[in-house]
């Protein structure tokens, strides 16, 4: 069991510090020197040396006080403590929530241990939730985290929920045997490798840690130093835009998506800017803004080195675009041309988007075939690119579980559709995958004539099990 350090604490203050401006100095968040001195974790090796200096103590005498510890704590990291030694949230970046989503009333009650699993991550310290409401539909509810933390808590008799949106547990570490910004383009490609599994809700915080460490380091660098680490800001934003996007918050995405933007124009890094450009067409689409998804791709294009991938990523968000206005003849050419150039470039040295393979192009295309009303041949293509998806890619493999249930139902019928959904089901309680949960809720509406068939039950059954209730 954890215990408290309370030398370390009355050190701190003897040396004039609380632990908000202890946490300012060392650039981390203040939650990190509360769990210091409740005796949860140590800093990283590259701190110590600047907490002596601070605390005004030598590091052998440093280590003492975290060696040692005083008395067991009088709180656990589920219950809030008073005065200054609560931690607050950290601060966001663009500070955008999402207001747009109804809020939690009184009406929705005891079912927040099991609503843990449809949680997705938004800005600002809050949650996005699944509710079923009264009347049968589902809708999408945002409330305070630490609300979810403690009645899951209370409810299951532990803490159901880390690493969304709220305190992460750790801190980066830079290697010192590599420059910081060779350590953090590793560490974002973890990341990323992590997001392919888990999904954004344990991956949001890290990413987000880590770009308040690029910040802390571009205040001292210079000249090219500075330059490389602008690059890699603009590429941690990118990726928190993505985050978000697959969280369901697609305000907080598109903040995002403009801020990495700024930042890669401003290191000027005009493949990472093309590569941003196309993945605002995607968001559009996603939004169903399908002029701006057509705009965005064009542009990307036009900007794309000739025969590139880039050129590629930028088309299968336009063809997208232009499904959702109706036009299948203009979407079906451009995805063919994206297949061709993905082919002519597979010997080709590959910058950005080295996922980009036919398989993906046959996903979206199968995604905007449903869209367009082919609901055989977009069954078909879901049912390729699944079988084509490394082992690895669990969240992206839900999502088109998910997106082919849909044409599943009106293609083949509703047992078929049920069964797929709950498989998708499994996906989305382990990511908290906005983009799965959506898809599966307006599943849901389209399955309630079918309420009686046994799949159709099954599934409504464990959808139901995840979400809050309307009382």
Same mark, same amino acid.
């Given at each position: 069991?954890?215990?408290?350090?309370?030398?370390?604490?009355?050190?701190?203050?003897?040396?004039?510090?609380?632990? %908000?401006?202890?946490?300012?100095?060392?650039?981390?968040?203040?939650? #990190?020197?509360?769990?210091?001195?409740?005796?949860?974790?140590?800093?990283?090796?590259?701190?110590?040396?600047?907490?002596?200096?601070?605390?005004?103590?030598?590091?052998?005498?440093?280590?003492?006080?975290?060696?040692?510890?005083?008395?067991?704590?009088?709180?656990?990291?589920? #219950?809030?403590?008073?005065? %200054?030694?609560?931690?607050?949230?950290?601060?966001?970046?663009?500070?955008?929530?999402?207001?747009?989503?109804?809020?939690?009333?009184?009406?929705?009650?005891?079912?927040?241990?099991?609503?843990?699993?449809?949680?997705?991550?938004?800005?600002?310290?809050?949650?996005?939730?699944?509710?079923?409401?009264?009347?049968?539909?589902?809708?999408?509810?945002?409330?305070?985290?630490? #609300?979810?933390?403690?009645?899951?808590?209370?409810?299951?008799?532990?803490?159901?929920?880390?690493?969304?949106?709220?305190? /992460?547990?750790?801190?980066?570490?830079?290697?010192?045997?590599?420059?910081?910004?060779?350590?953090?383009?590793?560490?974002?490609?973890?990341?990323?490798?992590?997001?392919?599994?888990?999904?954004?809700?344990?991956?949001?915080?890290?990413?987000?840690?880590?770009?308040?460490?690029?910040?802390?380091?571009?205040?001292?660098?210079?000249?090219?130093?500075?330059?490389?680490?602008?690059?890699?800001?603009?590429?941690?934003? %990118?990726?928190? /835009?993505?985050?978000?996007?697959?969280?369901?918050?697609?305000?907080?995405?598109? /903040?995002?998506?403009?801020? &990495?933007?700024?930042?890669?124009?401003?290191?000027?890094?005009?493949?990472?800017?093309?590569?941003?450009?196309?993945?605002?067409?995607?968001?559009?689409?996603?939004?169903?803004?399908?002029?701006?998804?057509?705009?965005? &791709?064009?542009?990307?294009?036009?900007?794309?080195?000739?025969?590139?991938?880039?050129?590629?990523?930028?088309?299968?968000?336009? &063809?997208?675009?232009?499904?959702?206005?109706?036009?299948?003849?203009?979407?079906?050419?451009?995805?063919?041309?994206?297949?061709?150039?993905?082919?002519?470039?597979?010997?080709?040295?590959?910058?950005?988007?080295?996922?980009?393979?036919? &398989?993906?192009?046959?996903?979206?295309?199968?995604?905007?075939?449903?869209?367009?009303?082919?609901?055989?041949?977009?069954?078909?293509?879901?049912?390729? /690119?699944?079988?084509?998806?490394?082992?690895?890619?669990?969240?992206?493999?839900?999502?088109?579980?998910?997106?082919?249930?849909?044409?599943?139902?009106?293609?083949?019928?509703?047992?078929?559709?049920?069964?797929?959904?709950?498989?998708?089901?499994?996906?989305?309680?382990?990511?908290?995958?906005?983009?799965?949960?959506?898809?599966?809720?307006?599943?849901?509406?389209?399955?309630?004539?079918?309420?009686?068939?046994?799949?159709?039950?099954?599934?409504?059954?464990?959808?139901?099990?995840?979400?809050?209730?309307?009382?």
């Amino acid at each position: 069991m954890a215990v408290k350090r309370e030398r370390l604490a009355r050190r701190r203050k003897d040396a004039g510090h609380t632990q %908000e401006t202890l946490a300012e100095a060392l650039g981390v968040h203040r939650s #990190t020197v509360v769990r210091w001195e409740r005796g949860q974790g140590e800093p990283q090796p590259w701190m110590w040396v600047k907490l002596a200096r601070l605390l005004k103590i030598s590091t052998t005498e440093l280590r003492m006080l975290f060696s040692t510890s005083d008395a067991p704590a009088a709180a656990t990291a589920s #219950t809030p403590i008073s005065g %200054e030694e609560e931690p607050s949230l950290p601060t966001r970046l663009p500070a955008l929530g999402d207001a747009a989503i109804k809020q939690p009333g009184p009406g929705y009650l005891g079912q927040e241990a099991s609503a843990a699993g449809s949680s997705m991550a938004l800005m600002g310290g809050e949650i996005r939730v699944g509710c079923r409401t009264s009347d049968g539909r589902i809708i999408f509810v945002t409330m305070p985290r630490r #609300t979810l933390l403690r009645s899951a808590a209370a409810a299951a008799g532990t803490t159901l929920i880390t690493g969304t949106a709220g305190v /992460s547990t750790s801190k980066p570490l830079l290697s010192p045997d590599l420059h910081p910004v060779e350590n953090l383009r590793r560490m974002r490609r973890s990341l990323v490798e992590c997001d392919n599994v888990l999904g954004p809700r344990d991956v949001i915080a890290s990413a987000q840690d880590h770009l308040r460490l690029i910040q802390q380091l571009c205040h001292d660098a210079l000249g090219r130093d500075r330059l490389d680490l602008m690059k890699v800001q603009a590429e941690y934003a %990118e990726f928190c /835009s993505w985050l978000y996007q697959d969280s369901g918050d697609q305000r907080a995405a598109l /903040s995002w998506a403009d801020q &990495a933007l700024d930042w890669s124009n401003a290191a000027g890094d005009h493949d990472l800017t093309v590569y941003i450009t196309a993945r605002k067409a995607q968001l559009a689409g996603d939004m169903k803004k399908s002029l701006d998804a057509v705009d965005l &791709a064009e542009s990307a294009r036009r900007i794309a080195a000739p025969g590139s991938r880039l050129i590629a990523l930028a088309l299968v968000y336009e &063809a997208h675009g232009y499904a959702l206005r109706g036009d299948e003849l203009t979407c079906q050419r451009a995805y063919d041309k994206a297949l061709e150039l993905v082919a002519d470039a597979k010997d080709a040295p590959v910058t950005r988007g080295r996922w980009l393979e036919a &398989a993906y192009v046959e996903a979206q295309r199968a995604r905007s075939l449903s869209v367009l009303g082919q609901y055989e041949a977009a069954v078909s293509g879901f049912d390729q /690119s699944i079988r084509a998806l490394p082992a690895s890619f669990r969240r992206d493999r839900g999502v088109y579980l998910a997106r082919s249930a849909g044409a599943q139902l009106r293609a083949i019928g509703p047992e078929k559709a049920a069964t797929t959904a709950t498989e998708a089901l499994s996906v989305a309680v382990a990511t908290g995958s906005g983009r799965i949960f959506g898809e599966l809720a307006m599943l849901d509406g389209q399955l309630q004539r079918w309420a009686a068939v046994a799949e159709v039950r099954q599934f409504r059954q464990a959808l139901d099990s995840v979400m809050l209730h309307e009382v």
